[in-house]
């Protein structure tokens, strides 16, 4: 039972997490990136930060859907570790791509890597 409600709040505390980055990315990332010093010039294009927003958000409400019920939801929680896995490769290129972004890249990157990890030790612990 235990076991069962871990797996749950972290599909609940990752869909949140992901619906308020998706928020970020939509609304506040030019100033977020001002703010940090990140932003050489603007963005010419806002809308692939737009729709990575939207897919953000879209991934949170599957996670916070999975969370009612993640027994039955459980290829969600699994696609969600597939997806943090391979982020990591997308952002160590970015990193070559856009070093002056390298700080937040490395901790958005391990935010996502530690919650693939939790969420695979989660689906695991609730196996065992």
């Avoid at 977020?32 to 806002?46: D, F, I, T, V």
């Avoid at 597939?82 to 390298?102: H, S």
């Amino acid at each position: 039972m235990i076991r069962i409600k871990f797996l749950k709040t972290l599909l609940g505390v990752s869909g949140v997490y992901e619906i308020a980055f998706g928020c970020i990315l939509i609304f506040f990332i030019e100033p977020l990136l001002a703010l940090m010093n990140m932003l050489q010039e603007p963005l010419n294009y806002p809308i692939f930060a737009h729709v990575a927003g939207l897919l953000a958000i879209c991934f949170g409400i599957l996670l916070c859907c999975s969370y009612t019920d993640p027994e039955r939801y459980l290829i969600i929680a699994v696609v969600s570790i597939g997806l943090r896995f391979a982020l990591q490769v997308i952002l160590i290129y970015d990193m070559f791509l856009l070093p002056f972004m390298a700080g937040a890249l490395v901790s958005f990157g391990l935010i996502d890597l530690g919650l693939a990890i939790l969420t695979l030790v989660a689906i695991k612990l609730k196996n065992s």
